[in-house]
């Protein structure tokens, strides 16, 4: 049957709708197509971060590098982003926004903590007289450059660098978070308390561990005295003072505690070997060693002739610093910014706790003893 004559030899018209859809469609599957060569390493910088691949395509085509990412301000990152946004017509989630800049501080971390650990290492045939400053430093785990490109198929995805970047991310934070407790006390408690039951410490990149020395006494081999140990709360100060004078040149607020910016300092002066899980985690044995240098030592030489390890004695140094406190009112916070060496350091969390705990317990055995005379019979 002939096809009806009203329809005979009609051309369909084109579909607008399908083109319009069509042409956006095709631009994805060209940024796509992109190989993470070409993307100039954003794909390994932003993948844990939440970015999208179709994003960092877009970043790489209008010309950004991660060193020039690197080398931007977060002023700069927001003006990037919205030019991202007004060329390519193409709304950046919020998580987008806010990942693009955690990675680029992530990366500047991680940059600054190697090129510390070289410094650190390139000084090691320097002498002082306090002696681990002279002893070999953290010994640098290999850090894997090679990434793997996609060879074939529709391009590259998050995948193919996905589970490398994370393997990465553990070892520095292994790195930082652990690389200066004693290997004698492994599982000891921190100043919240808590142990950190860390297996596998073979694993861990340290630097060398604290022995009890007495007062003057160098420690031989690769062992750290506490003489060495007092000594990095001396230059935390002076760094501290440092970064004060730098607040002040520019016009912006100096910090009157040792805080995260001054450990951030110490690194990028080549100090690597001070950082805050360390400071923090002996900042009690320094307070006594401040407050009552007698009982310090007195305390030192005890635990060097029994052969009591670094954890012991660390241990040793809260009872002191609790009866100190008694007999000043349980004021421990008063007590430490009243003395200029210790005014710049927050009081641990364990001290105060112990302290407040001694402190309801004398409380509360004075009220039972004071009440027992009035007793009913």
């Given amino acids: 049957m002939d096809p009806d004559p009203f329809t005979r030899g009609v ?7 399908l083109e319009a859809v069509a042409a956006p469609a095709a631009a994805a599957t060209a940024a796509y197509s992109l190989r993470p060569r070409e993307l100039g390493g954003l794909e390994d ?26 080398d931007m301000k977060d002023e700069e990152l927001d003006d990037m982003m919205n030019s991202l946004s007004q060329i390519f017509r193409c ?36 002498t002082n007289a306090l002696d681990a400053l002279s002893q070999e430093g953290l ?10 490109v996609v060879g074939s198929g529709g391009g590259g995805t998050w995948e193919v660098v996905g589970e490398r970047r994370k393997q990465r991310r553990r070892k520095s934070l292994r790195k930082v978070v652990d690389v200066d407790y004693d290997d004698n006390e492994g599982a000891e408690d921190d100043d919240n308390g808590n142990g950190n039951g860390n297996g596998g410490g073979s694993e861990r990149q340290r630097e060398h561990p604290f022995i ?8 031989r081999g690769k062992k750290n005295g506490l003489d060495y140990l007092f000594h990095l709360y ?54 006594l060693h401040c407050i009552d240098e007698g009982v310090s030592n ?72 004071g009440g027992g005379d009035h007793m009913p019979f």
């Fill in 45 to 70: 910088l932003f993948q844990a971060y939440g970015i999208r691949y179709y994003t960092a395509a877009r970043i790489a085509e209008l010309g950004f590098t991660v060193s020039t990412l690197l």
């Fill in 298 to 369: 007195t305390l030192r030489r005890a635990f060097k002739e029994r052969g009591e390890n670094v954890g012991a004695w660390r241990q040793a140094c809260y009872k002191p610093l609790v009866a100190i406190a008694a007999r000043q009112g349980w004021d421990i916070d008063a007590i430490f910014n009243a003395h200029p060496r210790l005014s710049i350091w927050y009081v641990p969390t364990k001290l105060r706790q112990l302290c407040h705990a001694e402190r309801n317990n004398a409380t509360a055995s004075s009220s039972v003893s």
């Fill in 234 to 287: 001396e230059q935390c100060r002076d760094f501290l003072i440092q970064v004060q004078n730098i607040a002040k040149e520019r016009g912006e607020k100096c910090p009157t505690k040792v805080t995260n910016q001054v450990f951030r300092y110490a690194k990028k002066a080549g100090a690597s070997y001070i950082n805050k899980p360390k400071m923090r985690h002996y900042v009690h044995c320094y307070a």
């Fill in 11 to 17: 051309v369909p018209p084109p579909n607008r709708l």
């Fill in 139 to 148: 010994s640098e785990e290999p850090v894997q450059q090679e990434k793997e």
């Fill in 212 to 219: 009890v020395t007495e007062p003057g006494e160098v420690a």
């Fill in 91 to 126: 709304d950046l989630l919020v998580g987008e926004r806010y990942g693009i800049k955690a990675a680029v501080r992530a990366e500047r971390r991680r940059l600054d903590e190697e090129e510390s650990r070289r410094r650190h290492l390139s000084a090691d045939t320097t």
